[in-house]
């Protein structure tokens, strides 16, 4: 009998090995499951293996809350820090008192509406105004008593005076008032309502103050960008340059079917799922992967944090109320971001819509209906058939690889067994645990990761991405792979935003990188790691022409080429000053004025030491577009050094509109 903190799938697989090889069973099994031939059949022949079921049988050990005894400790360890001016380990420990506060009763709500109350009193001496008007929301959502209502109504009134006295001399929160968002409506009014110019507590409305502030978000944050020209009506999450064509070399793949600009967004998707990565369940919003020092918790589990109520409900009412229970449980068994991603598409997806799904499958197979779409011709993000029916490489699986996948997606499907997501009905395991199997196989080679640079102010180079959780993407992959891709990918919350980093002609392949970028890899390499993930060989330019790498190509001289016939230029980059009329093409005999590209690299470097001084994107970008736009079309031969460095410095401007956090 397994408790969760013990089901480790890892271990669990290799004793079931074990007793495979002591009991003299490892050829018959294999030989019995390779005549499976599609995911049903291979999960019930595991579900049938007596030896599966008792290795990988379950028990539920849920934890849930602390006692209100601990909470109370802790409430009075924070009172403690508040007592002696130490502010932030006062809201600390009322943050680790609110997410651990049961919920379960009066008294509980009682004692978290105080806790939240207790922070914003430490957060309103922090100068975090906003933050301190949120949790007086919260306190009093969650019903503060009454007697004391007056003291958050006179904390609401020094708060909106200081946001005020703030706005009008340090511009602090125009970012606020400015946001195009309906939950700071309310402070919106008391700021700007001229006749509200002294605000006192006598004229606080605490209902109408921090009405819906528990949803404020603490900052404007990054604004997710639109399309130029809205988006494609059969692909919605993408613009309407993106179409699909299919080829016998590339398969199914997406090209532009106009030319495509420099920084142009070519797909704007929410995911279908996502998983927030544990190490960041500390600092992040699970729904919205915001960052967050003052949480609002689970109202089952202390396992997790949202930046607020509608954040809270929206994961609970999507998923959390089926997994909650056995998050620990998923988290502790090692089977990976891919494990709980698939678990997350099945619960985000519903029994019943699984169930209704499978059964219009064998429908679909008469069908000339394309894979993937709705019955209107159209690619939706949100459709589970998007997800379902991306590809699988199932037949390039060797049997031993299929067997371990298979076992993994019954201990899944067993983890969802301890909660109330089955119904009871005898065809409903073999269906999810066949569909749980069908991702296991497809998320490796169609999930991306969920990225957020960490920035370094003092040192922009020394700043990183890192990757804070993974999801599936039903348009994003659609794009297939090159070493020297054409776009670049960036986060906001989990909405992904790729955008054109080269100009795209009409015609030309949308292509995306699966890891290997040929500036940093040789290509052995690059091949080497795509094969077994993703059961392909790359024949990308890149790849093709052995490009050098970064290190190489700083000791090239970066050629010209005539932007009239693209022909390589007898002179490069570097002596382009030297020729005051330009150079005649020997090719074309057009005269190519060298002098243009001089100024626009001009422009290009000065605009380069501002922006890695200051990190003002806003001015630095429209100039690195036009000065990529110039070498990709008229100016340079590639691989060139000139080319990469202005690319990356595009990239770190899309990374800073993006998910962004300073660095300690």
Known sequence: ???????????????????LQENGQVG????????????????????????????????????GKDSIERITKLRNKGNDYFKHRQYNQAATTYTEAVLTCPLDNQQCEEAISILFANRSAALFYLSQYKECLVDIGLANHFGYPQKLVHKLRERSAKCLEKIQCDREDKKQFQDVLDAPSSHCAEVKECLMNESNATISSENIDIGHATKKLNDLQLTAGNVVPGFTKGPSGIYPGASEAFSIVTTAEAGRHPIANRDIKVGEAVIIEKPFASVLLEPHFNTHCEYCYKRTDNPVPCLQCSKVRYCSLSCQKEAWNKYHKTECTILSLLLNS??????????????????????????????????DQPLGFGTDGVYRSDSYSTIYHLVTNS??????????????????????????????????????????????????????????????????????????????????????????PSVVRHFYGDTC?????????????????????????????????????????????????DWPQYNVLSTLKTKLKCHYCSTQLSIDLDKAGQQQDGIVCRKCNQHVNTQELLKVKNEYNNQVNCFLDACNYEAAMPVFESYLTALDKHYV???????????????QCYSLMANCSLSN
């Open 334 to 367: 090692e089977v990976g971001k891919f494990g709980q991603l698939a678990v997350r598409v099945i619960t985000v997806s519903g029994l019943k819509k699984l169930m209704e799904y499978r059964q219009s499958l064998d429908q679909t197979e008469e069908s």
């Open 395 to 484: 037949s390039q699986r060797s049997v031993a690889n299929l067997f371990k996948r298979s076992v993994m997606a019954v201990f899944l499907l067993k983890c969802l067994e301890l909660t109330d997501f089955f119904e009871g009905q005898p065809k409903e395991k073999l269906v999810v645990g066949a569909m749980i199997l069908r991702h296991l196989q497809s998320l490796p080679c169609n999930a991306h990761e969920v990225s957020e640079l960490v920035h370094n102010r003092s040192n922009l180079a020394a700043s990183q991405s890192i990757e804070v959780g993974a999801a599936i993407y039903a348009t994003m992959s659609l794009l297939n792979h090159s070493c020297d």
């Open 637 to 651: 031969c590639r691989p060139c050094i000139e080319y990469n460095n202005c690319q990356e410095m595009l990239k």
């Open 1 to 19: 009998m397994q408790c969760y903190a013990m089901a480790n799938f890892e271990k669990l697989y290799s004793k079931l090995c074990g007793l």
């Open 497 to 545: 935003v790729v955008r054109a980093m080269r100009c795209i002609p009409k015609g030309s392949e949308i292509a995306d990188n699966y890891g290997v970028l040929c500036a940093l890899t040789v290509s052995k390499e690059r091949q080497d790691k795509l094969q077994p993930q993703y059961y392909f060989t790359c024949k990308c330019e890149a790849c093709l022409e």
């Open 28 to 63: 018959s099994i294999s030989e019995n499951f390779s005549k499976r031939l599609n995911d049903e059949e291979r999960i019930g022949f595991c579900l049938d293996q007596q030896n599966i079921s008792e290795v990988f049988y379950l028990e539920l050990c849920f934890s």
